[in-house]
């Protein structure tokens, strides 16, 4: 907690109006589920802000139900990355003004990339 003491001296017969602001963390808790509804459990993952909210990710690990609690975001859009073979994906936005737990309730990942094999086409082995 970070303590702050100011004295004001206002001239006689006046009035000082002093605004005080404060940005309180924000903590997520969510649970990540794979577009099956099956829970992603034990898997790596960081949050990364999209709108300039944070200057590094935050890490997390997923736990056996798939459940997360990262600590310090404040209000924002925000990407859930999970370090998986597709690299899972969630959006969220936390509103602003918003302070203290921010629950997310159950989100479901959207992998970045589908793994298609009929994609890949090599000429290099073309018989001559």
């Known amino acids: 907690m970070t303590t702050a003491i100011f004295r004001v001296f206002p001239s006689y017969r006046s009035g000082t109006l002093v605004r005080l602001q404060s940005v309180l963390p924000v903590t997520l808790d969510a649970q ?31 736990d056996a139900t798939g459940r997360i609690t990262v600590s310090g975001l404040k209000p924002g859009d925000y990407e859930i990355r999970l370090f998986t073979a597709a690299e899972e994906l969630v959006i969220i936005t936390i509103p602003p003004g918003h302070s203290g737990i921010f629950e997310a309730g159950s989100l479901i990942t959207t992998p970045t990339y589908e793994d298609d094999e009929d994609d890949f086409e090599d000429d290099s082995f073309e018989d001559e």
């Open 32 to 62: 990540l589920l794979y577009p099956d509804q099956s829970p992603i459990a034990d898997r790596n993952g960081a949050v990364v802000s999209t709108s300039g909210a944070l200057a590094r990710p935050l890490m997390f690990t997923t």
